[in-house]
Nanobody, 122 residues
Framework: QVPLVESGGGLVQAGGSLRLSCAAS????????MAWFRQAPGKEREFVAV????????IYTDSVKGRFTISRDNGENTVSLQMNSLNAEDTAVYYC???????????????WGKGTLVTVSS
């Protein structure tokens, strides 16, 4: 088990920034790829970004490239998502997830946090 707890969500104006964090428990954090997914009201959960276990590889969905940055600190058991130039389409509940391999698919993730709400006002 890898318990995950997200934080950092909130209300921000369009064009603003937020930094989401995900804290993990356990010694095995460094063995997992970590990802962020999001689910907007009335929509399916979608992939946002993923980072490899070492932090050396990252993948982003096209809509956030150049605006969002995923990073991790294996010493602190945390993964972060820096979100800049936010717009209303970024409004969603953001979920942190852990899986054995780098994957864009939610099915590739074994553990999930409960999510943190990001609301972007236009």
């Amino acid at each position: 088990q890898v318990p995950l707890v997200e934080s950092g969500g909130g209300l921000v104006q369009a064009g603003g920034s937020l930094r989401l964090s995900c804290a993990a428990s356990g010694r095995t954090f460094r063995n997992y790829a970590m990802a962020w997914f999001r689910q907007a009201p009335g929509k399916e959960r979608e992939f946002v970004a993923v980072i490899s276990s070492s932090g050396g590889s990252t993948i982003y969905t096209d809509s956030v490239k150049g605006r969002f940055t995923i990073s991790r600190d294996n010493g602190e058991n945390t993964v972060s998502l820096q979100m800049n130039s936010l717009n209303a389409e970024d409004t969603a509940v953001y979920y942190c997830a852990a899986g054995p391999l780098v994957s864009r698919s939610a099915h590739g993730m074994n553990f999930w946090g409960k999510g943190t709400l990001v609301t972007v006002s236009s």
